[in-house]
């Protein structure tokens, strides 16, 4: 039908859009994703994805790289066009061979969709390289064991024009996830489309480095959170809180054990509560401090 021209039925890179295409995320990449979008909070902030293409429908990251960016809480820009190159020069002077494969951001909070001027710098991305992708990562919704990320592809107008199904709607069955509604009202399937796209953890080691992202050493526990004058002065703040707590304790269990006072405490924190807490967090505070001065007085 079409010959051996252009054939507008195909997607960028002459990619079917009916095909099951995914992108592959490594564990290294992942991490360094989403620590950097969660830094960027509230502000959106964005980077560029290298890696490889596994075949005609796989495209791998293996590892990412912040770039300069003007950012604000609902866009991001780059500033500087041809930072992603010089960046993939000098990585290859020292030996990593990978090539571009997209670009990621962070939507805090809203979602995983392309704006406007997302669906902008993707093309200017495809245009250096026909099949690379943008992923959306909200850092905000993101929660532990569960990562809120998609990827996505904007639409040759060709196929638009020819009023072709959307991609999505002709994937193979099992390939298939329900769009989301903002990502629908933004444009899914209609400017972009979305890609299936998973974390690629290849052993138990990668799978322990994701797991213990957030974990807090224990050496966190001996960091002195103020200064020697301060903390005297935080220690004998909590004291007196404490005299004034068990006073009103004493007056309290010296009252009669009538019902129409004990109305009174109902849906009010026990002032007992208030001093076993209070109790518990300057005692744990005074042996740190303590073994933190006799570790610092062996060690230095």
């Known amino acids: 039908m ?24 490594s564990a290294l990449a992942l991490m360094k994703m989403l620590k950097h979008c969660r830094s960027g909070v509230p502000f959106e902030v964005m980077g560029v994805m290298l890696g490889e293409m596994e075949d005609e429908f796989t495209v791998t990251c293996v590892d990412v790289f912040a770039m300069p960016q003007v950012a604000s809480t609902v866009s991001v820009e780059s ?49 250096q390289n026909t099949r690379a992708v943008a992923v959306v990562i909200d850092p905000i919704q993101s929660v532990k064991g569960r990562v809120v990320m998609d990827a996505f592809r904007s ?10 199904e959307p991609r999505q709607t002709t994937s193979n069955e099992g390939q298939m996830k329900k769009p989301q509604r903002d990502a629908m009202m933004r444009g899914l399937n209609r400017l972009f489309y979305s890609m299936n796209i998973k974390s690629k953890t290849s052993d138990d080691i ?6 213990n992202l957030n974990k807090q050493e224990w050496s966190a526990c001996l960091k002195r959170a103020l200064a020697f004058e301060d903390e005297e002065q935080d ?16 007056s309290q269990i010296n009252m009669d054990a009538l019902v129409e006072k004990e109305l009174d405490f109902i849906g009010k924190k026990q002032i007992k509560t208030h001093i076993v807490e209070k109790t518990e967090s300057l005692s744990e505070q005074v042996v740190l401090n303590e073994l933190s001065l006799m570790l610092n007085s062996v060690a230095f």
């Open 2 to 25: 079409f010959g051996g021209g252009f054939n507008p039925m195909m997607g960028m890179g002459g990619m079917n859009q009916g095909q099951p295409q995914q992108v592959k995320v």
């Open 235 to 250: 220690i004998n703040q909590q004291l007196k809180e404490l005299e004034s707590l068990t006073k009103q304790f004493k």
């Open 206 to 211: 990668e799978t322990d480095m994701l797991s």
């Open 155 to 164: 639409i040759n107008p060709y196929h638009m024009m020819m009023k072709a």
């Open 79 to 127: 500033v500087d066009p041809v930072f992603q190159l010089n960046m993939v020069e000098m990585l290859e002077k020292v030996g990593r061979r990978e090539k571009l494969v997209g670009w990621y951001h962070s939507h805090p909070g809203f979602g995983c969709w392309l704006s406007i001027v997302d669906i902008t710098t993707q093309k200017s991305f495809e245009q």
